[in-house]
């Protein structure tokens, strides 16, 4: 209110007067209120800058990796997760075969960084005569450069739990919702299922 009151004089007098108001009255009325200046805010933050710890990132909440080894290690470590479960936690293998979208790409001790998006397949673990393999959906495969693999998918399954049966029966339905889907999202939809059922069944004959 009090910040108007020079505007408001400068109206009154020129109504008074018939003329235009004094240009004292007018630069006050035209003037830019000053800025209030809270110097106990100041004062405190200048007191807590030295004390407050940068912001966070990611990257804080991690594990450092340990250092890339100067030989090569006679195993390759792995750790096999999905998002409810971690189904492999630093085991030590001989080598595993990811299905790539690029192809199947296998990894043994001292394989090159890399990063593989993950395609419906069989993942295998190899150590020794063991061989454990895991019908996976999709995901990405980090291959770091001190021999550890972190393989990271949407579902997987051991594949002695596959129903042949069921994966036939999948097959035919979802090439049926094909031949009939009339819109391109259920088009899709289908597609995506005869892909899986697909995968899944050449997993079971392989």
């Known amino acids: 209110m009090f910040r108007l009151a020079p505007r408001l004089l400068s109206r009154a007098t020129a109504a008074r007067t018939g003329g235009p108001a004094p240009a004292a009255v007018r630069s006050m009325a035209d ?3 000053a800025a209030a200046v809270d110097t106990d805010f100041e004062e405190t933050w200048k007191k807590m800058i030295p004390t407050l710890e940068p912001p966070k990132t990611p990257l804080s909440f991690m594990q ?3 250092p890339t080894p ?4 006679s195993k390759l470590t792995v750790n096999f997760v999905l998002p409810y479960k971690s189904e492999l936690t630093a085991k030590e293998v001989d080598m595993v075969i990811i299905p790539a979208t690029t192809g199947q790409m296998g990894v043994l001790p001292g394989h090159v960084a890399t990063i593989a998006e993950l395609k419906p397949g069989i993942l295998s673990v190899h150590n020794g005569n063991d061989v ?6 999709s995901g990405f495969a980090f291959v770091h450069a001190n021999s550890v693999a972190d393989v990271v998918a949407v579902e997987a399954v051991p594949v002695e739990h596959i129903d042949p049966d ?4 999948g097959l035919v339905e979802f090439q049926q919702k ?3 889907a009339s819109t391109d999202l259920a088009k899709a939809e289908a597609q995506i299922g005869i892909d ?3 995968a899944l069944n050449s997993a079971l004959t392989a």
Do not use: E, M, T
């Open 178 to 180: 094909l031949n009939s």
């Open 31 to 33: 003037a830019p209120a």
């Open 196 to 198: 899986v059922h697909s």
């Open 70 to 73: 100067s030989s090569i290690p």
């Open 64 to 66: 450092a990796r340990p």
């Open 132 to 137: 454990s393999k895991y019908f996976v959906s």
């Open 166 to 169: 069921l994966v036939q029966k």
